[in-house]
């Protein structure tokens, strides 16, 4: 299996080297010349079934054995045997727990595995990288959970000093790893975002220290969320329609590319907060950028959904070029699509609705009401969206995509219960925290990172 960019103009590439290069050269994403399918795999657990996945979208840059073994491997952290649990919630509609994994946020699903690749590519290639990364919370924790046990990775990962969550911080803070390094930036996630970019615009120094990123566009964060779509319908008899709080695009692309694998998906809806560029989109076919408004569903608050790229390119008949042309200008001028491109790729498939902080708070209350179960702001846009759609015949099926103690202050205003952590976690607050501040200066994170990467 090869891989072509999205923008047309990056070198062929195959599975480990789009999995180490992240974004392609020319700034766009990479995506497979073609959409293999996947005959129903219906037994085995969910290793099994992710090493089934993954298998022809490797070729033979990893054989069967050794990726078994890596799925094997990164999903033995998960707390629940069945790694991401199906639980009913009112009749015909279900949750998919996302957030049994270590940092409890459903991106564990695919970093745990992302780190698992890493470590086995380059211990095969005998070299090593310097994953830099900013993150306004789940990401980042995330991040360094799938890798501190890589020897081959070097880790560093900025944060916005005093603006993110005391859980947050501490999930990252805490790691006690001689590769693991976490900076509080004195600024917001914005300078933190930028410092990154800088990092990676400066040519010299991204090679001479082997700069890799892992942010939600690497190619194999979004091959591993493909596993559980296969799982919800061999579990569900489908065709099921699936729910999916989404921010950046990243976890409901994963669901359509299920779908383009033969998965019975019907429909795939979109739940926005009120950051809701791509219910706008689905409503108008116009793409434009707003502002970003801070909301308690913090991890979908984004301005652009990065991953929507993918999908944009299979609509303009994978022409890299006029996908390119659209991308430039979409910053200035915004970006729309024809009619035709609407009616064959989006209206089929996808449906869009958004819930505001009030309805978040309103569903986590009737959630906690009526089913006594307590779900996280993300989890709550999702089930409000899904309860919009809902058609009688059609199971639905909602991700859940954070533990309720993620987030405890929404869960306790909604409902007078502050979710407690789960046991894996329960001393998180007694534990010393690890942390570097730093100004928010080029010059000086770069001698912090150049130190690191020795
Ligand atoms: C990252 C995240 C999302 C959004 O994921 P996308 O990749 O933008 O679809 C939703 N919920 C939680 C809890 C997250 O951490």
Request: aromatic share 8%.
């Amino acid at each position: 299996m090869k891989y072509v960019s999205t923008r047309g103009a990056a070198p062929v590439l195959g599975f480990a080297d789009v999995v180490l290069a992240g974004l392609a050269n020319d700034g766009g994403l990479y995506v497979p010349e073609t959409w293999p399918t996947l005959g129903a795999v219906t037994s085995g657990s969910y290793a099994e079934l992710a090493a089934s996945v993954f298998v022809p979208y490797v070729g033979a840059d990893i054989d069967n054995d050794t990726m078994l073994r890596l799925c094997n491997t990164a999903y033995s952290t998960f707390r629940h045997p069945d790694v991401v649990p199906i639980v009913p919630l009112e009749a015909g509609h279900h949750l998919m727990e996302l957030f049994h994994g270590p940092t409890l946020a459903f991106k564990d699903v695919a970093l745990q595995l992302l780190g698992q690749l890493f470590d086995h590519i380059l211990t095969q290639r005998n070299e090593k990288v310097t994953i830099v990364g900013a993150t306004s919370g789940d990401t980042g924790s995330a991040a360094i959970d799938g890798v501190k046990n890589c020897a081959n990775v070097n880790i560093i990962i900025l944060y916005p000093h005093g603006r993110v969550s005391d859980v947050q911080r501490k999930q990252m803070t805490t790691v006690d790893s001689p590769n693991v390094r976490t900076v509080a930036i004195d600024g917001t996630f914005d300078d933190c975002q930028d410092l990154v970019k800088a990092m990676f615009n400066d040519a010299p120094f991204r090679e001479k220290h082997n700069l890799s990123a892992v942010n939600s566009i690497n190619w194999a964060r979004v091959m591993a969320q493909v596993v559980y779509y296969f799982e919800a319908t061999r579990k569900m008899s489908g065709p099921i329609d699936v729910t999916v709080p989404t921010g950046n695009f990243g976890n409901v692309l994963s669901g359509w590319i299920a779908k383009q694998m033969g998965a019975p998906i019907r429909h795939l809806i979109v739940a926005s907060n009120e950051n809701d560029i791509l219910t706008r989109f689905f409503d108008s076919q116009s793409m434009a950028i707003t502002g970003v408004h801070p909301t308690l569903s913090p991890s979908m608050d984004i301005q652009v959904s990065s991953n929507f790229e993918r999908l944009l390119f299979e609509m303009n008949d994978r022409d890299g070029a006029v996908t390119a042309e659209q991308l430039t200008r979409f910053r200035d001028k915004g970006l729309s699509v024809e009619p035709d491109q609407y009616e064959k790729w989006i209206a089929p498939t996808f449906r869009a609705s958004r819930a505001t902080d009030h309805d978040t708070l309103v569903t986590i209350r009737s959630v906690y009401e009526d089913f006594h179960m307590l779900i996280d702001p993300h989890t709550a846009v999702g089930v409000k969206v899904a309860r919009e759609f809902a058609e009688e015949g059609i199971p639905m099926l909602t991700m859940a995509t954070a533990h309720p103690a993620k987030f405890p202050d929404a869960v306790e205003r909604a409902t007078g219960v502050r979710p407690g952590l789960p046991e894996h976690l329960s001393h998180l607050f007694d534990l010393p925290e690890f942390t570097v501040q730093l100004p928010n200066d080029l010059a000086t994170v770069e001698a912090f990172v150049a130190a690191q990467a020795k």
